[in-house]
């Protein structure tokens, strides 16, 4: 079975909207990734984390938070959405340096 | 700040065909090295990893990637590409022990061309 998963699959919210996307992992991993996807550019980390009530920076931080509530949930926030938000978000968990497991992702529209 | 550079964005093969995808990174000690696949409305999927040792790695479905320090790459290589090859590939790269953050690169969309 899926060991990390994403909710919802699909979201479409208005300019100003306020947003929540869920990543729950079971691999017991100590790390959990937050990335948006967009043409041309790849993947680009937003936060990431460490452990439960630990929060690191990413490279395209702005206009997110995000909080890791137990070692399986991590969540990603977007409190004044943009059109610019507009993206492909990927949760993702890891050991440690090895490699990242990822999410079916999540397709964020916002109007 | 480190790089990842997929030099060719768009690639186009005929089925049966060898393929290389090209990988290059700035970094100066070794780092990790990864190749990801991602399907059609799906998720990245690891194909084969580098940490250290042979700098040829076997990957899932045929793939391998050499790891070349003199020339900072990670290419990856398949010897007969089969139509559900077709995905967007992504090179990824860790700075190894210690460092948690991988640097992706912009990735190769494969299309394979029955």
């Known amino acids: 079975e899926a060991a990390v998963t994403q909710s919802p699959r699909n979201k479409v919210t208005v300019t100003g909207g306020n947003v929540t996307l869920s990543c729950r992992q079971t691999n017991s991993h100590n790390y959990m990734y937050w990335y948006r996807q967009d043409t041309g550019h790849g993947l680009r980390l937003i936060h990431y984390?460490?452990?439960?009530?630990?929060?690191q920076i990413g490279d395209v931080p702005d206009g997110y938070k995000a909080t890791r509530t137990t070692q399986e949930d991590f969540f990603l926030l977007l409190e004044l959405a943009s059109p610019s938000q507009t993206s492909l978000y990927f949760c993702?968990?890891?050991?440690?340096?090895?490699?990242?497991?990822f999410g079916p992702g999540t397709r964020l529209t916002v109007l | 700040a480190q790089s990842v550079t997929q030099p060719d964005a768009r690639v186009t093969v005929s089925e049966g065909a060898s393929l290389q995808l090209r990988c290059k990174y700035s970094?100066?000690?070794?780092?990790?090295l990864f190749w990801y696949v991602q399907y059609p409305r799906q998720g990245l999927q690891l194909l084969l990893k580098?940490?250290?040792?042979?700098?040829v790695v076997q990957g899932v479905n045929g793939f391998e990637a050499e790891f070349s320090k003199s020339n900072s790459s990670f290419h990856l290589r398949k010897a007969s590409v089969h139509w559900s090859d077709s995905a967007v590939y992504f090179c990824?790269?860790?700075?190894?022990?210690?460092?948690?953050?991988?640097?992706f690169g912009k990735g190769t969309s494969l299309t394979v061309i029955p």
């Open positions: 993702a968990s890891a050991p440690g340096a090895a490699e990242q497991f």
């Open positions: 990824a790269v860790s700075m190894g022990p210690g460092y948690q953050n991988f640097y």
């Open positions: 984390s460490y452990g439960a009530g630990n929060l």
């Open positions: 970094y100066s000690a070794t780092p990790y």
């Open positions: 580098y940490y250290s040792g042979d700098p």
